[in-house]
Structures are given as C-alpha cells and as structure tokens.
C-alpha cells in the first residue's frame, strides 16, 4: 500500500503545482509533457515488468521498481530545466510501470481467494485518497515550501517501503522461472505502445489528426505492434504472449479493464470541468463531486469478496456493471442547472459499480492463472486500462474540441461547453453497455461457487481441534 501511495500520488501531485513549476523553470508549452511522459512510461513498462516478476521473482522486481521511483524523484527535485523534470518524470514512470502489477500480483499470491478482495480495495482505496489528497498536497508544498518538495517527500518512503519489503516479504509461494528474455519482443512492445500511446494522447493538440506526423506515428505502431504479435508466435519465451487473451475469463477481463479506463478517465476530465464551466462552481467544490467517485470504487471493491463468494465472478461483474450503466444513465439526465450534490451521487453510483466490476474481474483473471503466468496477467489487464484512458482522452477531446474552444487556463470554454459536456456523457454511456456486455461474456462459474460456499461452509463446522 505504501508503495502504490507513492505512484498514486505522482499521478496528481503535480497537477495544482504546473504552473509555478512552469514559472520557475520556463517552458510552459512543454508542462503537458510533465504528466504525458509519466503515463507513457508507466503504461508501456506495466506488460514488461508484470511478465519479468513471473521470470524473475516478485520481489526483486518490486524492489527495482521502488529503487527507479527513488532515482526518478530525487531526479525531478533537483531538476534544473524543464527537460531535466521531464527526464525524472519518464524514470519516476518506469519505477510506476513496476509497482502497480507486482504489487497486486503479490497480493494474489499470498492471500487467499476470501481475502484477495479486501485487500484489493485497500489498494483501490490508496487510489481514492491520493486523487483527494494529491492535488491538495502539491498546492501546499508550491506554495508555502518549494515545488521541490513535491518529489523530495518520495525519498523517505520509498526508502521506507524497500526496506519493509526487503525484510518482512518473503517469496515462499512463488520461486522465479528463470525462462530465457525476450529482449527483442520487450524492445518491439515498448516501442509500438509507446507510439500508439504518444499519437493517442497528443493528437489533436501537438499536431492535427490527419497531419504527416499523426499518419507517420500510428502507421510506424502499427507495424512495430504486428511484427510483435508474429515474432510471438515464433519464440519459444514471449516477452507477453498473447494466446492468454484467448483464454475466455482472462481476454473479458482484459477487455472489461479497458473500457474502465475509458469511462474512468472521461469522469475525471470532464466532470470537473462540467461544474465548474457549466454549473459555475469553483475547483475544490468540483474536486468533491469527483471524490465521490473514488470513495464509492473502494468501499464496494472492499466488499466485493462477500459477493463473488456467494455468487460467482460473472454475476458480480454484472451487478457492478450495471450500476456503471445506471450511474452514466443519470449522468444524462444533468443540465445547465443541475445541483452539484446530484453530479456527486451519480458518481458514487458509478464508482460502486466500478468497484464491483474492475476487481472481481481481475481476481478471476489472476486465479485462472498459474504462479508463473500471473504476472503476465495481470501486467495485461492493468495495460489494457492504460490504452482505454489513452483512447478516451483522444475520443473524448475529440468531440469537446469540435464543440468549444480553449481558453488561457487550457480548459473549453464558450458557448458550446454544455453540448460538448452532454455528447460525452452520452460516449460514456454507450461504453458503459459495452461494458456490461464485457462482463456478461466472463465465464459463468455460479456452481462452482457454490461449491466454495459449501466447502467453506463444511469446513467452519468441523470441531476444532488441539
């Protein structure tokens, strides 16, 4: 959990303290590029690091994790220009790419399928505090001390958190394969995704869509991408290999997280936005309508275990997803005069959703999955929710920039800022049923448990013994 703090935190830190870090160290065009460059490496580097835990160990690559994220912050402090922060952002990000899947890979191996969901919602719940906490924390500190400090406080704990690992984690229940790496796969993945990821997220504003540079950058991930999956298909080792996502449970779940990352990245962006452009209210207020989004994902992810238990992964997913589908139902219903408190309990109401809906889907995933696979699993989904915020960002922009224009604060304004705001809670609706179709298309493992239930049931009623 300290270590997820960490990336989590990075991820919105640095949001409310761009502007004095612009002022101070120049370049403002390139602030875009202090959050793009930390999501790219982050999101390319998940698939590598989530597979090489499975070839390597948990251990050791979580400590590599927290040792980059070390390097990177300490970086970013002590940057002198604005290439120097950006540098530190990309080696922050890797050290992210790290943490995240084998953090929650550990905690498949060590808990048991009864406990796996509380203790994924206690790492979804450092999610929900660092989105409140992060902005509130990076204002702060450029404020009232130094930007600086916005990395330099990583140091401690990320020294705190290799030092608990490196003493208190031991690696009994999964001993590494020590497989052959594919370094040319790693090279064709990385290269590919980060091109598909960097046209995504700057399309639109760094260059148009159908420029030269667009068409050049998407045709060269495209080819990078199919010489991957074929090159693949002929080694004995893949880097990642792909026939997992054929796998029924494992390619729903994959498709479940990245429509996630679609709807969750299109609240984010523009819900803040719709209540302070349309609804007139300031930043903090708008932040709180958000929240609760983040409350309710943790409190139902935490509870989600009762359920799946009872009643099987797919139901579940079901049950959560169509709350998702309600939730960006009502969203609909929002107008020019709408209340806030309303804005806020349609989010909680996709966050409840969300939580019953990201988590079983990924525990199911992970338990269909062996010990020395289920790095790669997991490596999967979490890249597949990066694509979908990727996509969702471009999609997303796309339809509020052919509706509004772009005041001096970076944020649409005009006339057409309703319409726009409508037209992408209707996008987030329509992904929302192809959510729920997602979810229906999981396996169905109601019998088995059924089974489980009995089992346990058979289980706390025989005599204790000495």
């Not at 399928?113 to 902005?135: C, D, F, M, N």
């Not at 790496?181 to 639109?204: K, P």
């Not at 139902?300 to 998702?324: C, D, E, M, P």
């Not at 909680?348 to 289920?374: D, H, K, N, W, Y």
Request: hydrophobic share 55%.
């Amino acid at each position: 959990m300290l270590s997820t703090a960490l990336v989590a935190l990075d991820a919105t830190i640095i949001a409310t303290a761009s502007s004095t870090i612009a002022r101070e160290l120049g370049s403002f065009d390139q602030v875009p590029w202090l959050f793009s460059t930390y999501l790219l490496a982050q999101a390319v580097s998940t698939p590598l690091f989530g597979r090489l835990a499975d070839i390597l160990g948990r251990k050791r690559l979580m400590l590599v994790g927290i040792g980059l994220f070390f390097v990177g912050s300490a970086l970013a402090g002590a940057a002198w220009s604005m290439s120097a922060l950006i540098a530190g952002r990309v080696v922050q990000g890797l050290g992210a790419g790290a943490v995240m899947p084998v953090s929650m890979t550990i905690t498949s191996d060590i808990y048991t399928l009864e406990e796996r969901a509380k203790t994924q919602g206690y790492l979804a719940s450092v999610w929900g505090i660092a989105s409140v906490v992060g902005p509130t924390l990076g204002g702060v500190f450029s404020e009232f001390v130094s930007w600086q400090w916005i990395f330099w406080v990583n140091l401690p704990l990320a020294a705190l958190a290799a030092l608990m690992l490196a003493r208190r984690y031991h690696e009994s229940s999964h001993q590494p394969t020590h497989e052959p790496i594919d370094y040319l796969g790693a090279a064709l993945l990385t290269g590919g995704s980060t091109l598909l990821l960097l046209g995504l997220l700057e399309g639109g504003n760094s260059w148009a869509w159908a420029s030269a540079p667009s068409v050049a950058i998407f045709a060269a991930a495209v080819g990078l991408l199919v010489w991957f999956a074929l090159h693949g298909r002929r080694t004995a080792h893949p880097i990642v290999d792909l026939s997992i996502l054929r796998r029924r449970v494992v390619g729903a779940s994959t498709t479940v997280s990245l429509l996630v990352g679609v709807i969750v990245v299109g609240l984010s962006t523009y819900v803040p936005i719709y209540a302070q452009q349309v609804l007139g209210f300031g930043a903090l207020l708008a932040g709180f309508a958000l929240a609760a989004l983040t409350i309710g994902w943790p409190i139902s992810a935490s509870n989600a275990g009762h359920l799946y238990l009872r009643i099987g992964f797919r139901l579940t997913a079901v049950i959560g997803s169509s709350l998702v589908v309600v939730g960006s139902g009502l969203m609909l219903l929002l107008g020019a005069g709408s209340s806030l408190v309303l804005v806020g309990a349609f989010c909680f109401v996709v966050g409840i959703g969300m939580g019953l809906t990201a988590v079983p889907t990924l525990i199911a995933a992970q338990t269909s999955a062996g010990a020395t696979e289920r790095g790669a699993v997991t490596g999967a989904n979490m890249f597949a929710r990066s694509i979908g915020s990727a996509v969702g960002v471009a999609v997303l922009g796309a339809i509020v920039n052919a509706h509004t224009t772009l005041g001096p604060d970076g944020t649409p304004q005009g006339d057409g800022v309703l319409t726009a705001m409508r037209l992408v809670f209707v996008a987030l609706a329509v992904v929302a049923v192809a959510l729920l179709v997602a979810a229906c298309l999981m396996p169905a493992d109601r019998h088995a448990a059924v089974e489980r239930r009995r089992a346990q049931a058979a289980q706390e009623s025989e005599p204790a013994t000495a």
